[in-house]
């Protein structure tokens, strides 16, 4: 008997993409297995939001393929020709992503569940007490069963991002991206979002790639770390092997600074 | 010249005939010019040049002519090319446009006002475009916006006279027909003031309260 084959979610292919002169991705290729939790680590400007921007397809590529799930992102195949994708094959293909973004952007002028429920209803017809049923249920999880009727006013940056989380959950996406999403916060309430990312991380088998500068957190949480410099990825590996035994020179500066900053990894 | 309470009480029902019809000609008007407003500023926004360069020439075109040159152009020029319309129709559909091109630019800088990242998360959230517009850029965008529409608002109720230019029987032109049949002015034309700046007096705190209640989550 051979081990089955299975193939990646996410597949990068040679991706370019540049702002004007700039190139902020470089021939870019890394795959992501179903279910991996991945950490995407590197000083400022190297490309990590760019990158979790892209597979949301919020950017376009210059060139190269995405794959997620077997199709091509920003292409689709017609007559047996790779074509560039319409508005309604990258809207079927976002159906599978989700993201969880570092300034929240929770819709202000709806209330907490209305937040939750508003996307399944419109973009899958869920029926409003189904969809609020399950936004409940997602808010229980999160912890913010007890804010459903209230504004995203009312509410804490920590309160704020995991109702994010349930936004996005709620579309049962295949994958979640999860940009900076502790870097606006208040220190003290880091660990609420962390505890809900960990528990998303242990219960489901979501495919999850998050950005992050909590390195000590991205040791434990992630299958895998790939480490970005000026739109290349300089070194993956476990975290186990990137955070305490770097290959790279780049590498082992980088956390030289994140330690010398006073984290602990 | 002595104030006459008497003649007051005798021409009030016929210039509160002309209100109503100033008014209804503000309303229909408000309504024609908020909604071809958002048309103007959403065509505008077009990814496609010629349609939103097209739109950019007829906003100005509009916005640089006369809206009495306008009216007249509906009511006693289209008729040569077989398009007859009503007076007030025309009126309505004159003031309207007009003042389309001036609402057209408060919704477009409303619009802009809306951060990018509500656009993201509408994405990222798998909206379509239009469900994107209905119901998170534009419920954002309006409720701000208000003050600015209601100075449009009241300031279209002033320019209503203009359409007596073009026979609609309006608050103006009943003024004006009393006057002119009794020879006195003074209270048909000082009751046609005061009657405009009640209903703007009303107006006014009435379309704020209106901004209020649009923005509860503020
Ligand atoms: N819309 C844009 N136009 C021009 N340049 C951009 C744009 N967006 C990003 N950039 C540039 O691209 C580079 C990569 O940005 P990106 O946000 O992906 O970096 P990052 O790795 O997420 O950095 P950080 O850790 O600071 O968030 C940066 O130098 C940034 O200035
Ligand atoms: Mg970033």
Not at chain 1, 14 to 27: E, P, R
Not at chain 2, 18 to 47: C, E, N, Q, W, Y
Request: net charge positive; with cysteine.
């Amino acid at each position: 008997m051979t081990e089955p084959i299975i193939d990646p979610i996410i597949n990068v292919d040679h991706v370019t993409k540049s702002y004007g002169s700039f190139t902020v991705l470089k021939d870019l290729c890394f795959s992501v297995m179903p279910g991996e939790k991945l950490a995407l680590i590197g000083p400022s400007g190297s490309g990590k939001t760019t990158i979790l921007r892209t597979l949301m397809t919020l950017e376009r590529i210059d060139s190269g393929f995405v794959r997620v799930d077997g199709d091509y992102l920003f292409h689709m195949e017609r007559n047996g020709r790779v074509v560039p994708a319409d508005e309604a094959h990258l809207h079927r293909m976002r159906a599978k992503i989700g993201m969880v973004f570092q300034l929240f952007n929770l819709f202000p002028h709806k209330t907490v569940l209305e937040n939750v429920t508003l996307a399944p209803m419109l973009t899958k017809g869920v029926r409003a007490a189904e969809a609020q049923r399950r936004a409940m249920e997602l808010l229980e999880m999160v912890g913010m069963a007890g804010k459903a009727n209230s504004m995203p006013a009312a509410l804490s940056g920590g309160q704020k991002q995991r109702v994010a989380i349930a936004r996005a959950l709620a579309l049962q996406p295949r994958i979640m991206l999860f940009d900076e999403v502790t870097s606006a916060l208040d220190p003290e309430l880091v660990e609420e979002v962390l505890n809900v990312m960990r528990m998303l991380g242990t219960q489901t088998d979501m495919t999850m790639l998050l950005v992050t500068h909590e390195m000590s957190f991205a040791h434990d949480f992630a299958d895998r770390v790939l480490f970005f410099d000026r739109g290349r990825i300089v070194e993956e590996g476990p975290p186990g092997e990137i955070f305490t035994n770097p290959r790279h020179e780049r590498t082992q500066t980088f956390l030289k600074k994140i330690i010398a900053a006073g984290q602990r990894i | 010249m002595e104030w006459d309470w008497a003649f007051v009480r005798e021409i009030m029902p016929t210039l509160l005939d002309g209100l109503k019809i100033t008014v209804l000609a503000t309303v229909l008007g408000s309504v024609l010019a908020a909604v071809v407003g958002l048309a103007f500023a959403l065509l505008r926004r077009s990814p496609n040049r010629l349609v939103s360069r097209t739109t950019a020439f007829l906003v100005e075109f509009i916005r640089g002519t006369p809206l009495l040159v306008q009216l007249y152009f509906l009511f006693y020029v289209l008729p040569g090319a077989g398009i007859l319309l009503s007076p007030l129709t025309a009126g309505v559909i004159g003031l309207g446009v007009h003042y389309a091109t001036y609402m057209a630019e408060v919704f477009r800088a409303g619009i802009d006002n809306t951060p990018r990242g509500q656009w993201e998360a509408a994405k990222a959230c798998n909206l379509t475009a239009v469900q994107t517009w209905q119901h998170i850029i534009l419920p954002q965008a309006i409720p701000p916006m208000i003050p600015a529409l209601a100075n449009y608002f009241v300031a279209m109720f002033k320019e209503t006279p203009l359409l007596s230019a073009i026979t609609v029987v309006e608050l103006m032109s009943q003024a004006r027909s009393i006057a002119n049949f009794n020879y006195r002015y003074l209270e048909p034309m000082t009751l046609v003031g005061v009657l405009f700046l009640a209903i703007s007096l009303i107006a006014v705190p009435a379309l704020h309260l209106l901004e209020r209640r649009f923005r509860r989550y503020r």
